[in-house]
């Protein structure tokens, strides 16, 4: 279906929910599921994949290596590459892929700079999957996203979803707002600080696409209409100053009260790790779905490790 | 038997010796000896134990990871987690672990403040096995010291131990000596310099379980009386200054000499790394067994795996 | 055949081609390759391969594990050792393969002083492999490059071989000078920077073993002649002055028109990473061989596994 997972621009709808020949990811992760829950299989044995992380992660790199391990395949690492690895010698990400290609099968690879994970995949003989590139995209995390939303909610179409947070530099946001441009009738509510708005190509595209959008700065001019709400941590080094920082977390930040006034039937994601933009009190709330989200996450990598190489 | 192994005050007899129920983590390392020294079995194919390390490890991290491949399971893991994982954007101990939980089967974790194994295993879904926090506790260490001696000497009670070192914040110590309390006339040395003394905690519980123990500030006060010399490294950064640093070192630190001068058949251990309290010549001395300790931590950790996860 | 890879002058002709007994790590390295294309084998099943990095590798170590891995055998790692591991806490080498020999099956160890692989081999009891210590040897690398040599071109002996770089520090280069020197009438072109030249006891072995061998301090005075132009990198640090170092880039950097002029069926190696004394243009010179060379070495440390542990 896809060579390399790169952008979710990439991301048909077929690719999603299947067509005659292909089953599609959503329907390929919940029987995911299934087999993790029981234990794991052998699909991939003899297949190995490296995770080549220039940056550490700790839910992306060990939930695809957990993926692999359920498979059948073999795992090897290199993490924090761009400080101890080859590349901190001035080896560039092409000569490293140009070598890694002949000890895996399929390389998932977090770069710092945005457009690492297309360089790789242009002269990479095997599958490439973005595993977070800079502040460009991080599709492997959209697609857990829109398969959780799909599993709670049971649709795409049509939902209002508010993208909150650090809509400048957020590539979960990018990624999902993309994604969400492939649907009919979603409605996005952008919620984030004047200083971290989402970028115009992005408001460019959804506007192409039909999206209706509209801005806002309080989550509460809108959490009583949202069906989504999509939290993001926002890092204080992106604020001028102190003050301008606590404001934002104010007037951003999720409470037991706020989630208490959102729709019976709405869910609250995130892609973690959270500080406090969502307080630890909303965790009990029925809403909160961001660990099973996380969960979803090894489901999601174990359908599409199983499309690339199986 | 256990749901997590966070202390050592939950280790009964039953489950170091074994009753009608369950054969006991001793005879278990026995088995494991076994297998080991073949190569290895299938007993958890399927599973996935994760290694959660905020500092790095050899010994521990190493021999649980091996431990688990040699019973078939797969490993996924993350080190030096304090400084590159999400926990360094703030995350607390707490979502990490409801993150974790869902990767892995079980969780091995070392933590850099006493507690953390505790507060992990307070919500997680899948056993959370201490591999040392902080100050606190590291119980499995303490499990395979134990295994040791028993091992050795055919028994544990009326044993005369002396533990040696730095008392006061060596949680090897701290887990041991908590272990020993259940056993029946146990005898204590504590050797230790002056500022470097056993917790009054741990001194209270030891009254409590009428363990006999008396302090002393040299080795060669006991040396000729005891079956167990239990070394551990005082850090230098402990002491005021260089002179009572070296001081330490010149009446705490083993020698051939002070090696010859014990019991035939008593053993001297260490947990590692040790640097130069005990001295390289004592190495060929048939009471050095400190290796050996170090070679059946693989044993007892793969005796935990099965029962936790078997 | 061997019980330990430490150094290149301990690889005989029989280890390399095979005698009646043994079909030596060429032949086997051929098959490996056929293993490693159609996926895995089993040979290694419940062996365990540890991985100890004083510094962090990207080739030689995840070569080594997906080596073990296409063999069936399980991996453990520790990465950055001196940094991190116990090695920080004063722990001595001898002390640290105490134990990790009874962890694991074979151990491939890179450290940062010469001399390191050999302390291991001497007290170890399962196989050591040198993967780099310090300015001394990289004796796997060597065997790769010679793999590569003899499947690109057929045959060793009679070869006109060049040199390149620094000669002084580079362990690949004095790893395959004393390879080399097993050989007839091999003729070494020994080229670069004054004062980055070739050890003296390196020329009087090559002396003792009838190699013949000259100077050179610029690439054109010998490009047109030789049938395999070993190219290393040479670090900015080791000259006195950036002009110097721009100078050695000049005389000493493979061009396109550099390649060109090279024999029709000549090969261009290079132990990697390169930064610019290979430039881009030459990777499509069909001369060009680095990428195979790395791709090589999954095999022939497929083989050693094989050996050492079959």
Redesign the interface.
Known sequence: MLQHIIKTQNFTREFLFGDGKFEGIFRSALSMRDIAKK??CDIL????V?TWFAE????TR??F??AA??LGA????????RQ????S???TLE??V???Q???DCIVMRYHEEGGAARAAHISKVPIINGGDGSGQHPTQSLLDLFTIYDELGAIDGLHVALVGDLKHGRTIHSLAYLLGKFDNVCLSLVSPNNLQMPKDILNYLNKHNVNWEVYDKLEDIIVNIDVLYQT?VQKERFMSLEEYEQSKGTLSITRDLANSMKIDSIILHP????DEIRYSVDNNHRAKY?TQ??N??YVRMALLKMLLG
Chains 1, 2, 3 share one sequence.
């Open positions: 234990g794991s044995k003899g297949k190995i490296a550490e992660s700790t839910r060990l939930s290596e957990s391990l359920k073999g795992v090897v690492s290199s993490t924090n590459a101890f690895s080859s590349a010698k001035g080896e000569d490293t140009r070598v890694l002949h000890y895996a941590r973690l790790p959270r500080v660990f996380a969960e996450g090894l």
